[in-house]
């Protein structure tokens, strides 16, 4: 059964565009595999607009859980990642987001190389710089050559964002970066998993 939740949850409302403590009516955990989230339905103390938010369910160390940060499913976010991404890089892909919908291009790409980066340390790829971290991910096998030329337009675009006084990155550059982005973080923390989990469904009948 639904039930209301005791703590507080923080969550963007689109309507009053600022981050607000919703007032929490009803939740609904789900702790089965593979649907293990919890699903909260909050009211803006500011317009009362509905806002519906999910989080992903940690599993520790010691045997217990935790609950990761909220992402709002209601009203749609413009973009986001998925609860399996880790939450670091779901912040920052948020805030390049936000740089694009602020028109803010420049800053857009950057955020999203800096996406980029924080997959690279996640996934332990060695190298002393992007490029080779990058070609270390391709070697290991976590992602393939269209991938891999996807990830390296992301560097180049970014060090072109950060070094060149000239850079002309419009609204689709940045737009064509955000789906770039998107398409790695889920492939390496979202698809991955489900095609293993697949191929070990499939090898169980």
């Not at 992903?56 to 499913?73: H, K, M, N, Q, T």
Request: glycine letters at 6%; a negative charge; aromatic letters at 8%.
């Amino acid at each position: 059964m639904p039930r209301v939740p005791s703590e507080k949850l923080a969550v963007d409302c689109p309507t009053c565009q600022a981050k607000v403590i919703g007032e929490n009516r009803y939740s609904l955990q789900l702790d089965e595999e593979p649907f293990q989230q919890r699903f909260t339905l909050l009211q803006c103390p500011r317009c009362n607009a509905p806002l519906l938010v999910g989080q992903g369910i940690v599993r520790l160390g010691d045997g217990d859980s935790a609950f990761s940060e909220p992402y709002r499913l209601f009203p749609s976010p413009a973009r986001s990642l998925g609860p399996a991404v880790p939450e670091t890089i779901r912040r920052t892909f948020s805030g390049a987001e936000k740089c694009h919908r602020a028109g803010v291009y420049e800053a857009c790409v950057l955020m999203c190389r800096k996406v980029l980066e924080q997959i690279c340390l996640v996934q332990n790829a060695s190298g002393k710089n992007l490029a080779q971290m990058i070609d270390a991910l391709k070697a290991s096998g976590v992602i393939d050559k269209q991938l891999y030329e996807w990830a390296d337009e992301l560097r180049l675009a970014g060090n072109q964002a950060a070094h060149d006084v000239d850079a002309n990155l419009d609204s689709t550059d940045a737009g064509d970066l955000l789906d770039f982005t998107e398409a790695l973080a889920e492939y390496i923390f979202t698809l991955r998993k489900k095609f293993e989990e697949f191929q070990l469904r499939r090898m169980l009948k």
